[in-house]
């Protein structure tokens, strides 16, 4: 799937189709209820589109349908952070780093983390 741009809704099935899968519809009306207070016409509109946009799949057992997502946790964690880079930072890594690193967002524990990424990527184990 190229060009994955999920909304907030979107986000929630899926982070409890990653955790669990497959759910039933029930299952999710009570997952998303418990951690949203959503209804259930909203879990259900909600799933009809990501049905229709490729993003879950819909296994029938009987008559009761059975979701599961139809892309990675991985996949869509690096769509997302192409696309929120590409819109806030021009795509540069740099300069989002260099914003955290004026506003004091990273700690001495994130800055040490970063320097192992690095160290990694450029010894090509990344």
Same mark, same amino acid.
């Given at each position: 799937?190229?060009?994955?741009?999920?909304?907030?809704?979107? %986000?929630?099935? &899926?982070?409890?189709? %990653?955790? *669990?899968?497959?759910?039933?519809?029930?299952?999710?009306? #009570? +997952?998303?209820? !418990?951690?949203?207070? %959503?209804?259930?016409?909203?879990?259900?509109?909600? &799933?009809?589109?990501?049905?229709?946009?490729?993003?879950?799949?819909? +296994?029938? /057992?009987? !008559?009761?349908? *059975?979701?599961?997502?139809?892309? $990675? !946790?991985? $996949? +869509?964690? =690096? @769509? /997302?952070?192409?696309?929120?880079?590409?819109?806030?930072? =021009? @795509? #540069?890594?740099?300069?989002?780093? #260099? +914003? &955290?690193?004026?506003? =004091?967002?990273?700690? =001495?524990?994130?800055?040490? $983390? &970063?320097? /192992?990424?690095?160290?990694?990527a450029e010894e090509g184990q990344i």
């Amino acid at each position: 799937m190229d060009n994955i741009n999920l909304t907030n809704s979107e %986000w929630y099935v &899926l982070d409890c189709l %990653w955790e *669990h899968s497959p759910m039933t519809v029930m299952e999710l009306v #009570s +997952a998303l209820d !418990r951690r949203l207070g %959503w209804a259930k016409s909203t879990t259900i509109t909600t &799933l009809r589109r990501m049905e229709a946009k490729g993003l879950v799949l819909c +296994a029938m /057992e009987g !008559r009761t349908r *059975h979701y599961s997502p139809n892309l $990675q !946790r991985d $996949q +869509a964690v =690096r @769509g /997302e952070t192409r696309s929120f880079l590409d819109k806030v930072y =021009r @795509g #540069s890594v740099g300069l989002m780093v #260099s +914003a &955290l690193a004026e506003d =004091r967002a990273l700690s =001495r524990a994130e800055i040490d $983390q &970063l320097y /192992e990424i690095l160290r990694k990527a450029e010894e090509g184990q990344i």
